[in-house]
């Protein structure tokens, strides 16, 4: 058993479910994160609003599944991305789990 975390911008969010579907894993968890980009300090002071949020409205989805299912969902994620036409693709990662109750 390992633990599959997938995090895509906002708008991803009915593709990222739909990407989990497609791979089989019926079981998973999902939290709404900022997601944030530390940028040059030039483009930071050139801020309009320097008080305005400076994150990026995310989603982090995560399951605990089996190397068949991770596998079919990286294959489902590289396709999804290889077709994108913005600079913000869907990101995985997989965790290998020691001990689970």
Not at 48 to 60: D, I, L, R, V
């Amino acid at each position: 058993m390992k633990l599959v975390i997938v995090t895509a911008v906002e708008q991803f969010q009915k593709e990222v479910s739909k990407l989990f579907k497609k791979a089989n894993i019926e079981n998973y968890s999902s939290s709404d994160i900022d997601g944030h980009k530390n940028g040059s300090s030039l483009l930071m002071t050139s801020n309009w609003f320097p008080t305005e949020k400076g994150g990026n409205e995310s989603s982090m989805f995560f399951s605990f599944t089996d190397n068949q299912h991770i596998d079919l969902l990286f294959q489902a994620i590289t396709e999804f991305n290889t077709n994108l036409e913005t600079n913000n693709p869907i990101k995985a990662v997989v965790v290998p789990i020691e001990r689970f109750i």
